[in-house]
């Protein structure tokens, strides 16, 4: 089981809808990260998040520590939204490779 | 200010040859860690450098090593290049460890 999940893998939507993203982890994290990558390779960082709610424009991450569980938000879709929406956690330092672990993504598409 | 910079962005080697990676990070960031992107595996982390010095490394056989400059600049080695190395290759920089990561637009190995 990958310890970082993420669902839906694949999500397409109608232009102005309320779209949601899922991620569970199940190793113990000092931070959450939200990533997008456009085809061609560049990778944005959206949020790093520990804690509560961030919120940036149309878009929305939470975090809950206890359930080891986060969503990424954006209301009012629009088509230049369409990417991979990647999930990612920083460990917590006392063993392993401590750079970030990832997520397999979801491939979001919005259909004007 | 510039942003995270790879060079170069696509290259193509032959099987048994090596190959060199260059990043550049933000100016400010001492904190340089790199990542493989395969379609198979995703996307998975290398090694992370702090002030010209190895913190942690990812499962990557010893093929796969890497450096840090003074000047924070970093660069990657993957010798005896083999098929299955074919990737794109990231590179992000932050302020230190565990602060939010800042990507590049990747260098796109092709290993024929």
């Known amino acids: 089981k990958n310890e970082v999940e993420q669902s839906p893998q694949n999500l397409t939507a109608q232009e102005g809808e309320f779209i949601t993203i899922n991620c569970s982890y199940s190793v113990g994290i000092s931070a959450l990260h939200w990533l997008q990558q456009h085809p061609g390779g560049g990778i944005v960082s959206l949020f790093m998040?520990?804690?509560g709610k961030k919120k940036h424009g149309r878009l929305i991450a939470t975090i809950n520590i206890q359930e080891k569980h986060s969503s990424l938000h954006i209301t009012a879709s629009h088509p230049r939204d369409s990417a991979v929406y990647i999930c990612a956690v920083s460990r917590d330092s006392g063993g392993g490779a401590d750079g970030l672990t990832f997520g397999k993504g979801t491939h979001l598409i919005i259909q004007p | 200010k510039a942003g995270v910079t790879q060079t170069p962005r696509y290259l193509i080697k032959t099987r048994g040859q090596q190959v060199t990676l260059s990043c550049s990070p933000i100016s400010g960031h001492r904190s340089v860690s790199w990542y493989q992107q395969t379609p198979g595996q995703g996307l998975q982390f290398l090694f992370e450098y702090f002030s010209e010095t190895q913190r942690n490394k990812g499962n990557f056989p010893g093929r796969f090593s890497g450096r840090q400059f003074s000047n924070s600049r970093s660069e990657m080695n993957v010798s005896t290049l083999e098929l299955g190395d074919s990737a794109l290759y990231l590179c992000?920089?932050?302020?230190?460890?565990?602060?939010?990561?800042?990507f590049g637009q990747g260098t796109r190995l092709t290993v024929v």
């Open positions: 992000a920089s932050s302020v230190q460890w565990g602060t939010e990561a800042f």
């Open positions: 998040l520990s804690s």
